[in-house]
């Protein structure tokens, strides 16, 4: 089989991921020569190089793993679970024939852990034309979100409008006043949705002049963000807060810039950004002064889930240390693979059967202290928000009420 996405280099996570999936691909191969009921595929299309590397990297770190400790137990039903992933650089031109290569050639189950909201606006047709679930993906734009829900399309996480309006929220419980927030986005669908999240939020807070609030906006793959910079700068207030809709790379290199200019300003960035790239990225800038909304609950906490999840690295990736977004790809396999097993269950592990199997999973506890539920009408499983800031070099746990001191001890001499 050929392996399209090998011929890149990355760091220590990046060469655990290129081990890990060797072994799987090897593992497929293998398979495939004896028994085509011997394994259960399942595909992914991610980002393995490119500016969005890491969140691809890490994300199916977290699937790994998980699909590892299942495997070690015997499978589902004795049936050993394999992970065929392809790299398309966070670009939706290499996701759709990645798409369809698995689904159609490869003949996955399903495809898990896609990351982007531009690959999602290519992932999410080909999923719902071919009939084959499309979950978990690492985005959490408007077009995974459709109400009534598409029937092929699972989230697992909130969706970047939730962590925007979450994000409004604490800035004007803190003091912050609607025309003192600014944004910086990505100029495609992934900035959108962040972007238009948080002018709902505002609406609904009461202020309708939210459109012209300052915005500037760069290109997905780049680091051009100068003039988008600028844009904020000549609005006729400077702000106090910028919500940043970005991956970690652009979203750090505007931060450093804006730090000069605005030494007092928050910077609120959604999860996609990779919040312990971003930290490392950031150097000594940014402290007490940029903050991360994450979608799973912190990777230290003391959660059973997060707790496994620990062991499980420490056991199947050595060398590889815990983070929000391996842990996100990690919770969201094992309510995934809650949803294989009650299939294989009912003798139903097919295309059909696994969606059948996901909307009937109700009330779930995968350990993390929150109930989960599926149905037809309700294909998300997570709405929560947990923020976190940056102290000490690292995105810690923290309140949305502890930033009104903040807040006033940073512009009481604006």
């Not at 015997?74 to 689904?103: C, F």
């Not at 690959?119 to 734009?141: D, F, M, N, R």
């Not at 070099?393 to 309140?399: A, E, L, Q």
């Amino acid at each position: 089989m050929q392996k399209e996405w090998i011929s890149f280099s990355f760091g220590s996570v990046g060469r655990i991921i290129f081990i890990l999936l060797n072994l799987a691909q090897a593992s497929f191969a293998q398979e495939t020569s004896t028994s085509s009921q011997s394994s259960i595929k399942i595909g992914s299309s991610t980002a393995l190089q490119g500016p969005a590397q890491t969140l691809g990297q890490r994300m199916t770190l977290g699937e790994k793993i998980y699909f590892d400790k299942i495997n070690a137990a015997g499978g589902i039903n004795g049936q050993k679970i394999i992970l065929i992933v392809h790299n398309d650089s966070y670009e939706p031109s290499l996701t759709a024939p990645n798409m369809r290569k698995l689904i159609t050639r490869e003949q996955v189950l399903a495809v898990i852990g896609n990351v982007g909201s531009p690959t999602a606006a290519v992932s999410v047709p080909i999923a719902q034309e071919l009939k084959t679930l499309l979950y978990g993906c690492y985005a959490g734009a408007q077009v995974l979100h459709k109400n009534p829900p598409d029937r092929y399309i699972f989230n697992f996480r909130a969706s970047y409008a939730e962590e925007t309006a979450a994000m409004v929220k604490g800035l004007l419980r803190a003091g912050v006043k609607p025309d003192e927030i600014a944004f910086f986005t990505q100029n495609d669908l992934f900035g959108d949705s962040g972007y238009l999240g948080a002018i709902t939020a505002l609406k609904e807070a009461g202020y309708q002049d939210s459109e012209k609030l300052a915005h500037g906006r760069f290109t997905r793959n780049t680091l051009n963000v100068e003039e988008g910079l600028s844009e904020i700068l000549d609005a006729k207030k400077l702000p106090k807060a910028i919500i940043i809709v970005a991956p970690y790379q652009p979203s750090a290199q505007f931060i450093k810039l804006a730090t000069k200019e605005l030494p007092n300003t928050l910077f609120l960035n959604v999860s996609f950004v990779g919040s312990e790239t971003l930290a490392k990225e950031l150097g000594s800038v940014g402290e007490n002064h940029v903050i991360v909304t994450q979608v799973v609950p912190s990777y230290d906490s003391d959660l059973p889930a997060v707790k496994e999840y620990r062991e499980s690295i420490k056991k199947y990736a050595k060398g590889a240390q815990p983070g929000y977004v391996s842990l996100e790809g990690y919770l969201a396999t094992k309510l995934f693979t809650l949803g294989l097993q009650r299939a294989a269950d009912a003798n139903k592990l097919t295309r059909e059967g696994i969606v059948e199997a996901m909307e009937n999973l109700h009330d779930v506890d995968i350990g993390i202290g929150i109930p989960i539920s599926y149905d037809k009408n309700n294909h998300q499983a997570l709405h929560r928000v947990w923020p976190t800031i940056l102290r000490n070099g690292k995105f810690t746990s923290f309140d949305w009420s502890e930033l009104s001191p903040l807040v006033k001890d940073k512009w009481k001499d604006h």
